[in-house]
């Protein structure tokens, strides 16, 4: 964090919806670590006490256990808060799939209920966790931010609607906000279980349990992974930034390159073999892609660049190397 963003967020306090989660405990820990007042909201539907366990003696932080579909939690935890990191949402296509009715209520219900206690509160800025799935099925490389398709699963709707709500709170309520799509983030304290777990703490697992892996596909499939240090400091960009002109609009946050799932399992391989040479012998299983999941994503992080001077400091490689560490000495 630059000295010019400390000092504008010095005593101010910072809402995190989601904060017990994978990217708001992250989020949670570098702003409490510059001195900067948390309010963190979480249900612990899928957030984890084990994650701001550390922060709890913190007197800069405060946990309020509520739920974003309760529109009373929601204004208390906007209670004399500068500004909104919305983190809070269910994640996951296939879980939108087998449930649509409990994602729609999490990520829209939820998302306008924050929207009314932000405006309420008088917050000064709202951004919010977008997705890459809004680009459904456009097919064109890179994605851009302007040209998006039509939306393959619920949770793709659910992620653009939120997207339609913060232009219209904008424009009829003057809330500020700025919406980040997050292409296939990953890193520390993302949960490796559950049947919905994301690709690479579930291939880690995996690994370190000499168990194969199982690709959907064939493998070709390719993504741009995005590690935690990115998206942090976008978001903190996000919040502090002084351009007007990078208000009210969505951005891309990745890195700007691809990886195929073969090659994630390659590097993946050789980062643990360092640990246990064994795992560099484990043999990958396949089976049939799933409903709903796109073929390749890339982003182009240009308007992040040149709006909100964004400058990711990992790629896939040294992101995994890190993230492999913490899985090493946390999973075992």
Not at 45 to 59: A, M, Q, V, W, Y
Not at 78 to 107: F, K
Not at 263 to 269: A, G, I, N, R
Not at 285 to 312: E, V
Request: glycine fraction near 6%.
């Amino acid at each position: 964090m630059t000295q010019q963003q400390l000092q504008i967020l010095k005593g101010k306090k910072v809402l995190i919806t989601g904060g017990a989660g994978f990217i708001g405990s992250n989020l949670c820990e570098v702003l409490l670590n510059h001195n900067i007042s948390v309010n963190c909201l979480d249900n612990f539907s899928t957030g984890k006490r084990i994650n701001i366990e550390p922060f709890l003696k913190d007197s800069n932080f405060k946990l309020i256990e509520g739920d974003i579909r309760n529109l009373e939690d929601c204004k208390k935890a906007c209670l004399n808060v500068d500004y909104v990191l919305h983190q809070a949402a269910l994640g996951s296509v296939p879980r939108s799939i087998n449930d649509p009715i409990t994602t729609n209520d999490v990520n829209v219900s939820g998302f306008l209920n924050m929207l009314v206690a932000a405006r309420d509160a008088g917050v000064k800025r709202f951004v919010y966790a977008a997705s890459s799935s809004t680009y459904g099925d456009h097919e064109a490389l890179p994605k851009v931010e302007e040209v998006i398709g039509k939306p393959l699963s619920p949770y793709a709707i659910t992620k653009y609607v939120n997207e339609l709500y913060a232009d219209i709170f904008h424009s009829t309520y003057g809330l500020d906000t700025i919406g980040l799509r997050y292409f296939n983030v990953f890193g520390k304290r993302q949960d490796p279980n559950g049947a919905y777990a994301a690709v690479i703490p579930k291939f880690v697992q995996k690994f370190i349990s000499h168990e194969s892996p199982v690709i959907n596909g064939d493998g070709s499939y390719s993504r741009d992974f995005t590690y935690i240090d990115n998206v942090v400091q976008m978001n903190i960009n996000a919040i502090t930034t002084t351009n007007k002109n990078a208000l009210n609009t969505v951005y891309n946050v990745a890195y700007g390159e691809r990886t195929t799932l073969l090659e994630l399992t390659s590097l993946l391989k050789k980062y643990l073999s360092e640990f246990d040479s064994s795992i560099g012998d484990i043999e990958i299983k396949h089976r049939d892609n799933r409903i709903g999941d796109i073929p390749h994503s890339l982003a182009s992080i240009d308007k992040a660049k040149r709006l909100l001077n964004y400058n990711p400091k990992h790629d896939i490689s040294s992101g995994l190397k890190e993230a492999v560490n913490w899985y090493w000495k946390n999973l075992k």
